[in-house]
């Protein structure tokens, strides 16, 4: 259990590790390379090592040397041969998603598992789309959920339609192994993209490994067959995500925060946009070409559809308990398809010290100055639950969170960091 000490000063440097969304996708974009690829400054955490450990089990060599990754690529071939395997990914849903196209390229049969919170968590769409492009794959259970099993032999091609409205990874994951395809690959989104950032850092990162995507907005998207990702060096800057603790802390303090390896006027990561529900909270925000500092003020409540930024919603919800009046969020129904039902959990341990939050069905919202006490909180098994305690937790005393370790899966450094901020001095990351 993590006691989260109270703070009422802070002016802090703090340095971001890098990106999960980023290091997931270039080690992907490395093993289907032909050739060697460095991969300087990647995130080593729980999600990020399900995903390198699955590749390795395909046959892909992947070496860590300090903060490099060393990727030996196969040209989008894996395997001696006909391999058979099981595919062990916990409840990384970005490693099981993003691979499972992945996989498909492949000559064997794999059976693609997880913990019991991922058998929950929907692929359906991902499988159909894959079935439409002449993949044997199916759901062992019927259900549009793991397990999954795959008769891989290649994916033939064609155009397909994917559901937009769940997650963005099922398009990523057909983007990625899309070049390998026999023929051209076309896909045309049903529905609205939820998360449709994500699908931007993944084209970004293709692009920079070699590979074109032709686009239409977020409507339709295809792949020529054909192309080669290249093999080199790959920078992976500080992750968006992991950094919007850190600006949180200094709005619900009033002080101030600067997160270094975060190129706000570069980066194609979609939470870099949570400074601006900040600012628009109220916040004083200053960009620099790899810093972002910010400046607590009085909070104000808002209404702001985060459809494209989930991930921001708990810290979003930490921040809001601070404010005057209300803050609405709106169109993340998705939410309730991570690594907990986001929605419910921030619902129930929001009030279980005081907050008045209600619940909507793809929402939330969440009436600032209510007066809080600290008492044990449970994250969910849910890694950004647990960070966004820790942001309520420097103004409300007696906060105890459980199962801290939890924020193993995205950002291992995180409690290092925190308490590294607490004493204002810069750490060099993990």
Same mark, same amino acid.
């Given at each position: 259990?993590?006691?989260?000490?109270?703070?009422?000063?802070?002016?802090?440097?703090?340095?971001?590790?890098?990106?999960?969304?980023?290091?997931?996708?270039?080690?992907?974009?490395?093993?289907?390379?032909?050739?060697?690829?460095?991969?300087?400054?990647?995130?080593?955490?729980?999600?990020?090592?399900?995903?390198?450990?699955?590749?390795?089990?395909?046959?892909?060599?992947?070496? %860590?040397? +300090? !903060?490099?990754?060393? $990727? *030996? =690529?196969?040209?989008?071939?894996?395997?001696?041969? #006909? &391999?058979?395997?099981?595919?062990?990914?916990?409840?990384?849903?970005?490693?099981?998603?993003?691979?499972?196209?992945?996989?498909?390229?492949?000559?064997?049969?794999?059976?693609?598992?997880?913990?019991?919170?991922?058998?929950?968590?929907?692929?359906?769409?991902?499988?159909?789309?894959?079935?439409?492009?002449?993949?044997?794959?199916?759901?062992?259970?019927?259900?549009?959920?793991?397990?999954?099993?795959?008769?891989?032999?290649? %994916?033939? +091609? !064609?155009?397909?339609? $994917? *559901? =937009?409205?769940?997650?963005?990874?099922?398009?990523? #994951? &057909?983007?990625?192994?899309?070049?390998?395809?026999?023929?051209?690959?076309?896909?045309?989104?049903?529905?609205?993209?939820?998360?449709?950032?994500?699908?931007?850092?993944?084209?970004?990162?293709?692009?920079?490994?070699?590979?074109?995507?032709?686009?239409?907005?977020?409507?339709?998207?295809?792949?020529?067959?054909?192309?080669?990702?290249?093999?080199?060096?790959?920078?992976?800057?500080?992750?968006?995500?992991?950094?919007?603790?850190?600006?949180?802390?200094?709005?619900?303090?009033?002080?101030?925060?600067?997160?270094?390896?975060?190129?706000?006027?570069?980066?194609?990561?979609?939470?870099?946009?949570?400074?601006?529900?900040?600012?628009?909270?109220?916040?004083?925000?200053?960009?620099?070409?790899?810093?972002?500092?910010?400046?607590?003020?009085?909070?104000?409540?808002?209404?702001?559809?985060?459809?494209?930024?989930?991930?921001?919603?708990?810290?979003?919800?930490?921040?809001?308990?601070?404010?005057?009046?209300?803050?609405?969020?709106?169109?993340?129904?998705?939410?309730?398809?991570?690594?907990?039902?986001?929605?419910?959990?921030?619902?129930?341990?929001?009030?279980?010290?005081?907050?008045?939050?209600?619940?909507?069905?793809?929402?939330?919202?969440?009436?600032?100055?209510?007066?809080?006490?600290?008492?044990?909180?449970?994250?969910?098994?849910?890694?950004?639950?647990?960070?966004?305690?820790?942001?309520?937790?420097?103004?409300?005393?007696?906060?105890?969170?459980?199962?801290?370790?939890?924020?193993?899966?995205?950002?291992?450094?995180?409690?290092?960091?925190?308490?590294?901020?607490?004493?204002?001095?810069?750490?060099?990351?993990?």
């Amino acid at each position: 259990m993590k006691e989260i000490s109270r703070l009422s000063k802070l002016r802090a440097i703090v340095r971001i590790p890098g990106s999960k969304s980023i290091t997931h996708r270039a080690v992907i974009a490395a093993t289907l390379a032909d050739g060697k690829s460095m991969l300087k400054d990647f995130l080593e955490c729980e999600d990020t090592l399900y995903t390198i450990n699955a590749l390795r089990e395909i046959g892909v060599k992947i070496t %860590i040397k +300090g !903060g490099e990754l060393i $990727v *030996e =690529g196969r040209g989008g071939k894996f395997g001696p041969g #006909s &391999l058979r395997k099981e595919l062990y990914l916990g409840n990384s849903g970005t490693s099981f998603r993003l691979l499972l196209s992945v996989v498909a390229l492949c000559r064997g049969e794999f059976f693609m598992t997880g913990i019991e919170r991922m058998l929950s968590r929907p692929v359906g769409s991902l499988v159909s789309a894959l079935n439409q492009l002449g993949v044997d794959v199916s759901c062992v259970k019927g259900n549009g959920c793991p397990p999954v099993l795959i008769k891989a032999k290649g %994916i033939p +091609g !064609g155009r397909i339609f $994917v *559901e =937009g409205d769940q997650s963005s990874q099922y398009l990523s #994951s &057909l983007l990625l192994s899309g070049p390998y395809a026999d023929t051209d690959i076309e896909i045309e989104v049903k529905g609205q993209l939820v998360s449709r950032p994500y699908v931007d850092i993944t084209i970004n990162v293709m692009k920079q490994f070699g590979i074109r995507v032709e686009r239409d907005n977020y409507d339709s998207f295809k792949i020529s067959s054909g192309q080669k990702y290249r093999a080199g060096e790959f920078a992976i800057q500080g992750d968006a995500s992991s950094a919007s603790y850190f600006w949180a802390a200094a709005a619900v303090t009033g002080e101030q925060v600067t997160t270094e390896n975060i190129y706000p006027h570069a980066t194609r990561q979609g939470d870099i946009r949570f400074l601006e529900v900040l600012g628009e909270m109220g916040c004083s925000i200053e960009k620099g070409s790899d810093r972002v500092a910010v400046r607590g003020r009085n909070l104000s409540g808002i209404e702001v559809d985060m459809s494209d930024l989930p991930d921001m919603v708990p810290t979003l919800a930490a921040v809001a308990l601070f404010a005057r009046e209300k803050t609405i969020i709106r169109n993340v129904l998705h939410l309730r398809h991570k690594e907990s039902d986001r929605l419910q959990a921030l619902a129930t341990e929001w009030s279980r010290i005081g907050g008045q939050i209600e619940e909507l069905p793809d929402g939330l919202i969440i009436h600032g100055g209510a007066p809080l006490s600290g008492t044990d909180v449970y994250p969910h098994d849910d890694h950004r639950l647990a960070m966004s305690l820790a942001v309520v937790g420097l103004r409300v005393p007696n906060l105890e969170v459980r199962d801290q370790h939890c924020v193993n899966k995205s950002f291992p450094a995180f409690w290092g960091l925190w308490n590294s901020m607490r004493e204002g001095i810069i750490h060099p990351g993990s």
